[in-house]
């Protein structure tokens, strides 16, 4: 049996045999000087970063473009470092996955050190530390999730944590921002050193969001005098310190049980799924789509690794801002979340699946060809029609990708206005264009409004994903049930300006959507009734 780790991969014939790729350089030079001029940090050990950026990495190392690793950081779930980085020596076997059924497998080995950093970890914490104090480092990057970056609770007010954090100062910090703060002080103490910031989350402004957590924690401890004054000028100097703007778009999902029986089929031990006790779903591998995009603002101080190597897109902020907003308001997000919505009302769980439904996908086609090209932002090193058709053909359809609707599902009151009120905004300001004319992207919403109920097209209830409005929007539809014949309060959901951007009445859309919304509520499958009756 082939074990993942450095003893196993020196057997290099018996893991060609098995179809699997070897990192093509000397894993042990690397490490070294890594440990001597660490270039690269990065925060957020989870599957991303295992299965996209560390292999992006991985290509400069195998053609000899870098000979430096990444050193891994994990802030919030130790679990990661201690039973899917450690045993394996740092190791990620990656299996991407094509619609075809085809996998491409091969063994990551970029990534040098994996460190879980807090108080509890004094010898990670110092080696971070090192790194950061160190001239040589170029960048720490972040795959977090945009919880990472809040300070801040639902009331606005600071967690528990951060006020914590703002008291005692750059000593012992606790939250992921407090941590990152305290590092770029110990870098400002040992020489003013220069270095950015990357923010790689799929999140809207990500490296925005970075700048002003870090500033806010910096400014905090600045007024109580707990960092020296010139530090927070120090961040804001976009010759020492910067925050670049990024958009990332990879699907990796949670480890398939598929994937693993094919890897112990191929004669690979100890590739069991492992669900920590923060609930992280992980295995020694990473399964993936083979569709990957990372494009990121050209705003280095320090130099940075030669990604453009390796299919990263560097180019200028106006470029990656049109990047972003062409993927979440018109090629990929808005499509999502109406599979989403329907696929739990109609009983789906999985995507792939749903795009087997020829209702389904003539619905999200319309979303995507018919109602969102007419007024996509075209970035233009990015083909929008392309990029569309890449979602719906291969990724969307690839039934080894097992992402879920229900995941998808979640957060979607605070989605729905980027998502779909983008597009009705650009129809609003087209004089040629009229948004009262659309048809799928109000259907999405009626969908979603139905789903707010909980009870399928089959009448029997199901769980809602995890919703910060969840609670107050389903008061508006308190004693609704399958088969009335009017339920006033969709209105005020539909009112709500906050959640859609724009005033779907004033803009001749309201009325269209509680009409599909009552049809979808007239009885047992009427929600696919409704779908039909509009799409096909």
């Known amino acids: 049996m082939l074990q993942l780790n450095r003893k196993g991969i020196a057997d290099e014939a018996a893991w060609a045999a098995a179809g699997v790729g070897l990192p093509q350089f000397?894993?042990?030079?690397?490490?070294?000087?890594?440990?001597?001029?660490?270039?690269?940090?990065?925060?957020?050990?989870?599957?991303?970063?295992?299965?996209?950026?560390?292999?992006?990495?991985?290509?400069?190392?195998?053609?000899?473009?870098a000979n430096t690793g990444i050193m891994a950081a994990e802030t919030f779930d130790f679990e990661m470092i201690d039973k899917v980085y450690k045993p394996y020596d740092n190791l990620t076997l990656l299996v991407l996955m094509n619609a075809k059924g085809e996998f491409r497998k091969n063994v990551v080995g970029s990534i040098v050190e994996g460190l879980a950093v807090g108080k509890e970890r004094p010898e990670d914490y110092r080696r971070l530390i090192e790194a950061f104090e160190n001239p040589s480092l170029q960048m720490a990057s972040f795959t977090i999730t945009e919880k990472g970056y809040s300070l801040t609770g639902p009331d606005g007010k600071y967690t528990g944590i951060v006020e914590k954090d703002l008291v005692t100062g750059p000593e012992g910090p606790i939250h992921v921002m407090s941590i990152v703060t305290s590092l770029a002080y110990r870098r400002y103490l040992k020489g003013q050193y220069p270095m950015t910031f990357v923010s790689m989350d799929n999140c809207s402004h990500n490296g925005d969001k970075l700048r002003d957590s870090v500033l806010a924690v910096a400014k905090a401890w600045a007024a109580k005098g707990l960092v020296e004054e010139g530090f927070v000028p120090y961040l804001e100097n976009e010759r020492k310190i910067?925050?670049?703007?990024?958009?990332?778009?990879?699907?990796?999902?949670?480890?398939?049980?598929?994937?693993?029986?094919?890897?112990?089929?191929?004669?690979?031990?100890?590739?069991?799924?492992?669900?920590?006790?923060?609930?992280?779903?992980?295995?020694?591998?990473?399964?993936?789509?083979?569709?990957?995009?990372?494009?990121?603002e050209d705003k280095f101080t320090n130099g940075r690794p030669a990604l453009e190597e390796a299919g990263i897109i560097f180019t200028d902020r106006d470029t990656v801002n049109k990047i972003e907003t062409m993927k979440v308001t018109t090629c990929l997000n808005p499509l999502h979340t109406a599979l989403a919505v329907t696929g739990c009302l109609l009983g789906y769980t999985l995507i792939a699946d749903e795009m087997r439904d020829p209702v389904l996908r003539r619905f999200v086609e319309i979303i995507g060809y018919e109602e969102g090209l007419p007024v996509v932002v075209d970035p233009g090193i990015i083909n929008p029609k392309a990029f569309l058709d890449e979602v719906l053909q291969e990724r969307f359809a690839n039934p080894y990708i097992p992402d879920t609707p229900q995941r998808i599902a979640t957060d979607t009151s605070q989605k729905v206005g980027i998502r779909f009120g983008e597009t009705l905004k650009a129809y609003v300001r087209r004089a040629d264009l009229d948004p009262a004319g659309l048809t799928a992207i109000p259907l999405a919403i009626a969908a979603w409004c139905r789903y707010l109920l909980g009870v399928d097209d089959e009448g029997q209830p199901f769980a809602l994903s995890p919703d910060p409005l969840l609670e107050s929007l389903q008061d508006h539809l308190h004693g609704v049930r399958l088969g009335d014949a009017h339920a006033p309060g969709v209105r005020h959901i539909l009112e709500d300006a906050r959640l859609f951007g724009v005033q779907l009445y004033e803009i001749g859309l309201g009325g269209k959507i509680e009409a599909m919304f009552h049809e979808m509520l007239s009885g047992p499958g009427a929600v696919r009734g409704t779908l039909e009756k509009y799409v096909i």
């Open 26 to 65: 000397d894993l042990d030079v690397v490490a070294k000087n890594t440990q001597v001029n660490p270039q690269w940090v990065h925060f957020g050990a989870g599957n991303i970063f295992r299965g996209f950026v560390a292999n992006a990495h991985q290509k400069l190392l195998n053609a000899g473009k």
């Open 242 to 296: 910067t925050f670049p703007l990024s958009m990332i778009d990879k699907i990796t999902p949670r480890p398939s049980e598929q994937v693993q029986s094919a890897l112990k089929e191929a004669g690979l031990s100890g590739m069991e799924l492992i669900v920590t006790s923060k609930h992280t779903y992980t295995a020694p591998f990473v399964n993936a789509e083979i569709s990957e995009y990372l494009v990121i």
